[in-house]
């Protein structure tokens, strides 16, 4: 595959090191197709997921975070209500979501149960991650489950999702949610050892893609019209990693029904196809931040705050700040200044403007009894703020 250099972008890395990387991630999120679940009579197949649930486990134990998304709900509903294929018009498609999302759950619950593990269960939509406030409490959420040991089992919410708001394919809800939570790692399970130059179901001797920059156009060849690939769901799987690249993630297009893959994914051994990232997650999140659109308006800091936030790159807390400007909501951008009116940092706020007003001066402790909520502690989390 061809290098390239863009500027911005780091310098290329080798694929040694990208799989090293991977084996380092500390989170990653992991993506199984419905294939792998599912018993093409009987639904969901518990004997199918034990291995890679327990393998999930393990990578928990390892003191790894995972969180798991996985598709199966349309092709579970089909088989729970006796249908024949899975249809192919929208309501009846929801319809068939809704129920088969009890039975994915609910054996991902006990299967997870089996290890002493509790899940839970996050259906997103794209709006969920596009819209600004929804965008930080998804965040929040997903974080605070990992904190917690939890594994989040998250799908599209396919039973409101319309076409306009649907991502459509659980790659790319992976990639999103990948980028959401500055993932280091993408995995896509599925039934094809990675990315193949030719179809290995036309051509055994087709020769697989063990490394290449996700961002490479090259890699268009391998998925596009001609290469029989796009038809095994690859075109999808390329613009994932290119996605997950953008904010940092490392993503490895595997067999999921090899045994042990994950483990030999995470060792950071030769399997399936590796395509590399080209920023460091928190690079990518602070350039992002710092590209946002105008900021909707301006938080004062004292000085003490103004040099901490500088020098030590901490979060900024409501004692920090003298003054609000501007209207804002939760998870718009704001700029925060010293009394001098000189640009400290831009950065997603937790709070409103008019909580802001409120809550300002005080410690975090008596937001609480302020607001007669608490979001966060903080007003805007280190994450999400970036020094200028
Ligand atoms: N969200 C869909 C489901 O659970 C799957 C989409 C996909 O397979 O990519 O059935």
New binding site residues.
């Given amino acids: 595959m061809s290098r390239r250099k863009d500027a911005g972008r780091r310098e290329p890395i080798g694929e040694q090191e990208a799989r090293a990387k991977v084996a380092a991630a500390r989170r990653v999120v992991v993506k199984v ?2 294939s792998l679940l599912m018993d093409p009579n009987t639904g969901i197949s518990y004997a199918n997921s034990r291995p890679w649930c327990a393998a999930i486990v393990r990578q928990l134990e390892a003191g790894r975070q995972v969180l798991l998304v ?8 089909t088989a729970s209500l006796g249908w024949s294929r899975p249809p192919a018009d929208l309501p009846n498609m929801q319809a ?2 809704a129920v ?2 009890m039975g ?1 759950v609910g054996a991902y619950a006990a299967v997870f149960a089996e290890h002493g593990r509790r899940t839970a269960l996050v259906l997103l939509t794209h709006e969920d991650v596009a819209e600004r406030q929804r965008y930080l409490n998804a965040r929040s959420t997903l974080t605070r489950l990992l904190e917690l040991g939890v594994v989040p089992i998250i ?2 919410n ?1 039973t409101v999702a319309t076409d306009e708001i649907r ?7 992976a990639a999103l949610v990948a980028s959401l939570l500055s993932a280091e790692a993408l995995v896509l399970l599925t039934d094809v050892d990675g990315l193949h130059r030719q179809d290995p179901r036309l051509n055994a001797a087709a020769e697989r893609v063990a490394y290449a920059e996700a961002a490479d156009p090259a890699l268009d060849q391998c998925c596009g019209r001609g290469g029989a690939l796009g038809r095994g ?1 690859m075109v ?1 799987k390329v613009a994932a990693a290119r996605t997950a690249g953008r904010s940092g993630a490392h993503t490895i297009i595997a067999d999921g029904s090899q045994p042990g893959v994950l483990e030999r994914i995470f060792r950071g051994e030769r399997v399936g196809t590796c395509l590399a990232a080209d920023v460091e997650p928190l690079v990518a999140r602070k350039r992002w931040i710092a590209g946002q659109p105008r900021p909707k308006g301006d938080l004062v800091l004292d000085a003490g705050a103004a040099a901490a936030v500088r020098k030590r790159g901490v979060s900024l807390l409501p004692v920090g700040v003298v003054a609000v400007r501007g209207e804002f909501r939760r998870g718009e951008v704001v700029r925060c200044v010293t009394e001098d009116g000189e640009a400290v940092a831009q950065g997603l706020v937790n709070y409103a403007s008019a909580e802001v007003a409120k809550i300002k001066g005080i410690a975090s402790a008596e937001i609480g009894g302020r607001l007669g909520y608490a979001v966060e502690p903080e007003l805007v989390h280190r994450d999400n703020l970036v020094v200028i």
């Fill in positions: 197709g419905s996985s598709s199966g709900a349309v092709a579970q509903g068939a979501a088969g999302q994915l799908n599209e396919d991502f459509g394919d659980n790659d790319t809800l769901g999808t």
